[in-house]
């Protein structure tokens, strides 16, 4: 028995690594087709396939081609696909092996179309995505607005699924104590009694994040001990390092950059925010939560399905300046309101956990095995 991985980018095996196994631990052969940019584990049979995420591009036919003649001469039992450009030339590459049994899964994580999305998005990729339903067997989502989309819009997949994302090693993370936390606090150089605000995200245009520096200042004056974290690279950080220092808040805003000790950074914070535009069901949010920190978060999809305004974090609305401040501030004067909201996330957290997530998707493998 055979099962084939696809996605545009290998970043996607670290999702897929516990599912890999899974297959491995029932004697299946596991294959991988993706762009290989960067290293992949837990197959037997690794195949370069150059998907672009640009739909029009060329590299595409050739990445149809390619994929369909390794979908000949292998003959695969299922397949399981991610990514939005790598899933269409997955699906449209498979229509024959169908046919002939193949069974194809794909998880969608957080689809283009939204509330909120700006029209090309449902010009280009809602009536593909609907299109390529019809050549999938189970279509999985990971948050509640993109399953009652599929669901309300008659998505023609044979099944469609929903699943609490792809799953976090709880194992992993840990609420730190006091001295713990004064001791990473004394690495970054941030004080045991400042209030760390703590954003995990790429520098891309739909994080947003110029809307908490746009903020940050007002904070910092309502809130003199207010510190703000933000880690991650990207194509915007240094127009933000610039605006920062423009501004004169480097001596509470500060870029740490790629970190490897992320879970540690969030733990001695007192809370995540995040103004993203658009989100499938983020890992920084759940990991947030497993170490027991609130988070602050603008309402949208995928970040209203991991946090309940008032007990776990505060939503706002994009945009909402006003909203935003008054909620770090609430948060900022009520180490009570932490706790609580501490404990909350700990409980909440274990939703999501890598064991449950593992349970979900075996039994829809199992349908099709």
Not at 91 to 119: D, E, W
Not at 171 to 185: H, P, Y
Not at 220 to 239: C, Q
Request: proline share 2%; with cysteine.
């Amino acid at each position: 028995m055979k099962v084939l991985f696809t996605s545009h980018t290998a970043n996607f095996c670290k999702f897929n690594r516990p599912f890999m196994r899974w297959f491995k631990e029932q004697g299946w052969q596991v294959d991988y087709a993706c762009a290989c940019e960067e290293e992949v584990y837990d197959y037997d049979n690794l195949y370069k396939i150059s998907f672009s995420r640009v739909p029009w591009s060329r590299d595409n036919i050739t990445a149809y081609r390619e994929l369909k003649r390794l979908l000949d001469e292998n003959h695969y039992d299922i397949i399981h696909t991610h990514t939005p450009m790598g899933s269409v030339v997955t699906r449209l590459a498979a229509r024959q092996s169908r046919k002939k049994g193949t069974k194809v899964i794909y998880t969608a994580h957080g689809l283009h179309f939204f509330k909120g999305a700006p029209m090309k998005n449902w010009l280009l990729y809602y009536p593909m995505e609907k299109l390529m339903a019809r050549y999938t067997d189970c279509l999985v989502l990971i948050n509640e607005e993109d399953y009652r989309t599929c669901i309300n819009r008659h998505f023609k997949a044979g099944r469609i699924e929903k699943i609490d994302g792809v799953g976090v090693n709880l194992d992993r993370f840990e609420v730190l104590a006091q001295e713990a936390k004064n001791e990473v606090r004394g690495k970054l150089g941030v004080g045991q009694t400042d209030f760390v605000m703590v954003c995990v995200a790429e520098f891309i245009p739909r994080k947003n994040q110029i809307f908490l520096l746009e903020n940050a200042k007002r904070l910092h004056e309502s809130i003199p001990n207010m510190r703000l974290l933000m880690l991650g690279k990207g194509e915007l950080l240094e127009e933000y390092q610039k605006k920062v220092q423009d501004e004169k808040m480097d001596d509470y805003v500060s870029f740490l950059g790629y970190r490897s000790d992320v879970n540690e950074i969030c733990a001695a914070s007192d809370v995540l925010v995040s103004s993203s535009f658009q989100e499938g069901l983020p890992m920084n949010i759940i990991e947030a939560m497993a170490v027991g920190i609130p988070v602050i978060c603008s309402d949208i999809r995928g970040q209203r399905d991991l946090i309940q305004d008032g007990r776990n974090g505060f939503l706002f609305c994009l945009g909402d300046n006003e909203t935003y401040c008054k909620r770090v501030e609430e948060l900022a004067q009520s180490r009570q309101l932490q706790l609580d909201m501490q404990q909350h996330n700990l409980e909440d957290v274990k939703k999501y956990s890598l064991d449950r997530a593992i349970e979900k998707m075996s039994e829809i493998y199992r349908r099709y095995m």
